[in-house]
């Protein structure tokens, strides 16, 4: 790869740039000697063992062996390519790249950088809207609710025109393709084909951005009637709201200073704090906390208060979600306002030091749980006690500390007055991994549509997240499923893919032409909510594909000679053994 950049550019931009600083902005680095040392972001580690050297300008881990320089680092940490890490490191170092610069994602990477562009600009687009007269109404909606113009203009908050086809106009001047326009999620096309309509209309505008500052969608806020209230960009090659945290690109570095990230539900619940002081602070696109979305946040701090409005706060399926967060060895504590409050509101009416309070005040999720549980059963029944330890120990399942583990199970025992003993053996019935998951996907599929577990999760997975597709093609490979249906449906799939269209479950349904196709892609979709630690289950199920394939081609294998043994076909008991054997060799695991 280097040979194609030249290594002369490529010693230049090394020696331009200092490897502490560019991973300390990204994980939390301590002073160890002469050397720097952090919990290796590659692998879960109780000690760390992840070491960088300013002096060699190098990382290494002494627990999984990874190690490089800072391209090495940003190509694992970011999962970017050569081209786009060299890209970044032009432009932090200043160094330019050769004119016509590309690799092997160059196709791809033009087409991301087309997006990028056409969300600034709508970005300018709707901020300059929002202070004409005719953004009046939104810019007077923002002020009611005590946006100041410094955070107007700090967050670039805008306004789409109330008209059918105000962006679009705007990027037939600018000689924009319009179909580029609507891949980025911004314009429709009309049902006739004939034109383009504005997907956001009338609404306040709040741009959302990557870790880079680029503009990657836009959240939105009905000023009238419209429903629903707020609406997010669609997913597009660039956008997915499990992978990004509102705000985090602006409040990163405060959350590093701070030792801890507040996480909010809302774009105001997260402005009207940050004026307030409140600015170690991000908030969720409309969904729970994902394991993309903790990845990023691990890379500022290891502690998470999460920020509930009370009724959010009952809500089971929250709760449930904030396991994933236990999983990833995060330090998690909860808040919870007063009923009636959100963020936003609280802090507007009380003022900073009260809403740090809350903030001080926020309980560890056992002891957050655990008040929930003893409110809804009667902990001094039997089945009472029995319902709370079967509703937390999932909870201490997902620990990886062995320690934390053992004390939190003490503590359940000495809250609930049940015998240790007793709930470690609960606790070792507990599965938090790919089993547990695909042990309810098999009780949600009929008898007469059974696909392999395994292959219905993966095609979940690919179903939900657009980046899915081509983590699966290529860390397992589409030709390793089995199941007619599924490949046909991952057919379907590669082809909205490649034509640049939004994978949507239910206008897949409506491009199959069989019963069979359409169910399976129901039943995918139905089985997405038994998974939590995602990248945990896709990397179990690809290993679970892999060894029930070669397990079935054993199986084919063994039949095949012995009916050439039958036959007394010497020659092909000898070619059928070769290939047995050489399966043999095959790693399982």
Known sequence: MTALLGDEIVDRILDATDIVEVVASRIPLKKAGRNYKANCPFHQEKTPSFIVSHDKQIFHCFGCGQGGNVIGFLMKFERLTFRETMKLLSEKTGIKLPQG??????????????????????????????????????????????????????????????????????????KETLALVEKAGLILARENKN?????????????????????????????????????????????????NLYGLNQTKGFIKEKGYAVIVEGYLDLIVPFQFGVKNIAATLGTALTGDQIKLLKRFTQTVV????????????????????????????????????????????????????????????????????????????????????????????RIPNEILKAGFVRKLSEVLSIDETALKAELAKVKTDYSYAVSLVETRIPPQHKVRSAELLLLAFMLDD??????????????????????KIIGIIQAHVKDGKEVVPSKLIASCNDDESKNVIAQAVGVLETVSDRDRVMHDCMQSIRRENLNE?????????????????????????????????????
């Open 195 to 243: 034109g383009y309509y504005d997907r956001f209309r009338n609404r306040a505008m709040f741009p959302i951005a990557d870790m880079r500052d680029r503009v990657i969608g836009f959240g939105a806020r009905a000023l009238d009637n419209a429903e629903p209230k707020y609406i997010n960009s669609p997913e597009t090659p660039i956008y997915n709201k499990g992978r």
């Open 553 to 589: 081609d054993l199986r084919i294998l063994r039949t095949e000679i012995r009916q050439a043994e039958e036959a007394h076909d010497n020659e092909r008991i000898s070619v059928l053994m070769t290939k047995y054997n050489e399966l043999l060799k095959v790693p399982r695991g």
């Open 101 to 174: 610069y590309s690799g092997d994602d160059s196709e791809k990477n033009e087409l991301y950088e087309a997006f990028f562009g056409i969300n600034d600009r709508a970005r300018k687009f709707y901020h300059q809207h929002l202070l004409t007269a005719n953004g009046g109404v939104a810019y007077r909606y923002l002020k009611s609710r005590g946006i100041t113009d410094d955070s107007i203009k700090f967050f670039s908050l805008g306004y789409s025109p109330n008209a059918w086809d105000g962006l679009s106009s705007f990027f037939v001047r600018e």
């Open 466 to 487: 657009f980046n899915a597709v081509s983590s699966v093609n290529t860390q397992l490979g589409f030709g390793e499923f089995r199941d007619g249906a599924v490949k």
């Open 306 to 397: 999460i920020l509930f409005d009370p009724d959010a706060a009952g809500e089971d399926a929250s709760l449930r979600g904030l396991d994933i967060l236990i999983a990833h060895d995060m330090n998690v504590r909860i808040a919870t306002l007063p009923k009636g409050n959100d963020p936003d509101s609280f802090v507007r009416q009380n003022g900073t030091e009260a809403f740090e309070n809350v903030i001080r005040s926020s309980k560890d999720l056992f002891d957050y749980k655990m008040g929930l549980l003893t409110a809804k059963f009667n902990k001094n029944g039997v089945r009472g006690r029995a319902a709370i330890a079967t509703l937390m120990l999932p909870t201490i399942a």
